[in-house]
């Protein structure tokens, strides 16, 4: 089984976000999608602790700790990016003007309902913005790997971790294929490196649909 | 002649209750009010309800608070961070109330509290541990949870520049709760690195007008440290 990398994975979701997109990328593996975004394609990066328009880690020696993302680390801002404060911030994202928010997962359940913030038992629990970010944006990306360290799908058909938000997930992109959550169900639009569909389905918790062809 | 500038930190913050709810502005980092929370600990008010987006970094400001044992519960929304050791040791020894809720929900709270409003309902957190227990309502179609206004005694927040009637601009994204969380104190508190002249600060470009400000204090300017994430090594 070929999987695909953490770099792939962003570049794989880099590709499916248009120009013009406003897009918050979670903290974690989705952040590095923001190095796979084409040049020449003009999307708007909003980060959840108040910028719009922000642009790449500065240069060594010129961190600025006031200009931080949501995962506290320097950024820049592009021309033309802006500053405001955390109530106009989570308008952006809880009044559905993000088109794509893309988030990692624990779990993501056969009907979209997404468990991300929390492990439960004696964890210190944080949540952050995932919760507004789920339900807010157009449209909600996971992005996770197929399968835990053990080996058990992480597509399920109840999350068993605390729920983020529920239904809110539209597609799921893993390590090793690309599945849209349906009024259907799960359909799977690409599968990577040649993994036959029946192994893709034997790895998976719950039953999924053919690519449309 | 108004004029709102406290001569110290300690004359700014005089007379905070016990028991008091105290906002304190930032995200990490950025926008702490690390001056005020120094002269917070050294006012000496106790069993304090912290509200701040986090929960301290490191053992300095917020965590330092925290860790002279003056906050009997904290309202945030990400408490935990590799650099959160103090909260962590204190939640875990059932010395600190923790009442976790989603950020957006927490500046929206806090919003509501400034304007005016007497709560609102929201689809965050619907189905979620996070609203258990709270009213929902279905409106168009979709499930929302009622929330209620969280207002302050005193907000401590940290600001650019400031003009002696209160008005206040930011730098960066240091803004973050600062505007909201002046909204909602009975007494406003910012600490600025520059004051201006009335009419100095553009008035198309103030971010804060002065009628949410009470008390104005000028700080040295220092820089603002990495906090909350794991650096590279």
Redesign the interface.
């Known amino acids: 089984m070929d999987k695909l990398n953490r770099d792939q994975m962003a570049a794989r979701v880099a590709r499916d976000i248009p120009e013009g997109a406003y897009v918050n990328l979670g903290i974690g593996l989705p952040t590095l999608v923001a190095n796979h975004l084409p040049k020449d394609r003009e999307i708007f990066l909003h980060s959840e602790n108040g910028l719009l328009g922000m642009g790449p880690a500065p240069a060594a020696g010129e961190e600025d700790y006031d200009l931080i993302n949501a995962g506290k680390q320097p950024v820049t801002l592009l021309p033309g990016g802006a500053y405001f404060h955390h109530a106009d911030s989570f308008a952006m994202m809880r009044g559905g003007h993000l088109d794509i928010c893309v988030l990692g997962a624990f779990q993501v359940s056969a009907t979209g309902d997404l468990a991300n913030w929390h492990t439960g038992g004696d964890a210190i629990p944080a949540v952050g913005g995932a919760m507004d970010l789920a339900i807010g944006a157009k449209k909600t990306y996971v992005m996770m790997e197929h399968l835990t360290k053990s080996g058990e799908s992480k597509i399920v058909a109840h999350c068993s971790y605390p729920l983020t938000g529920i239904a809110c997930v539209s597609r799921i992109y893993t390590d090793l294929a690309v599945i849209d959550v349906t009024a259907d169900g799960l359909r799977v639009v690409e599968i990577f490196n040649g993994l036959p569909f029946d192994e893709l389905q034997r790895l998976t918790g719950v039953p999924l649909l053919k690519e449309s062809t | 002649m108004i004029s709102k500038i406290s001569p110290s930190v300690e004359a700014a913050l005089e007379g905070i209750p016990d028991g008091a709810t105290v906002m304190i502005g930032g995200?990490?980092?950025?926008?702490q009010p690390a001056e005020l929370i120094a002269g917070l600990i050294e006012q000496g008010a106790r069993g304090l309800t912290i509200v701040n987006?986090n929960a301290g970094n490191g053992e300095t400001g917020l965590a330092a608070l925290l860790k002279a044992g003056r906050v009997r519960k904290i309202i945030c929304?990400?408490?935990?961070?590799v650099d959160s050791q103090v909260f962590?040791g204190l939640?875990?020894a059932g010395k600190i109330e923790?009442e976790?809720?989603?950020?957006?929900?927490?500046?929206?709270r806090?919003?509501a509290a400034g304007a005016g409003v007497g709560g609102f309902f929201?689809?965050?957190?619907?189905?979620?541990?996070?609203a258990e227990g709270k009213e929902t309502r279905e409106i168009g179609g979709r499930m929302y949870v009622f929330e209620s206004p969280i207002h302050a005694d005193v907000a401590l927040i940290k600001a650019e520049a400031g003009d002696r009637w209160g008005n206040l601009v930011?730098?960066?994204?240091?803004?973050?709760?600062?505007?909201?969380m002046a909204t909602a104190a009975k007494r406003t508190v910012a600490s600025v690195h520059q004051i201006l002249e009335l009419g100095a600060l553009d008035p198309e470009h103030i971010?804060t007008p002065g009628i949410f400000v009470h008390r104005v204090v000028q700080v040295p300017r220092t820089?603002?440290?990495?906090?909350?994430?794991k650096q590279a090594a």
Not at chain 2, 77 to 81: A, E, G, H, L
Not at chain 2, 122 to 130: A, E, K, M, S, V
Request: zero cysteines; aromatic letters at 12%; proline letters at 9%.
């Open positions: 995200f990490g980092g950025a926008g987006n929304s990400f408490p935990r961070q962590d939640y875990r923790l976790l809720v989603p950020q957006g929900n927490l500046a929206e806090i919003r929201t689809p965050t957190g619907y189905g979620t541990q996070l930011y730098r960066k994204t240091a803004r973050n709760f600062g505007p909201v971010v820089a603002t440290g990495p906090a909350g994430f």
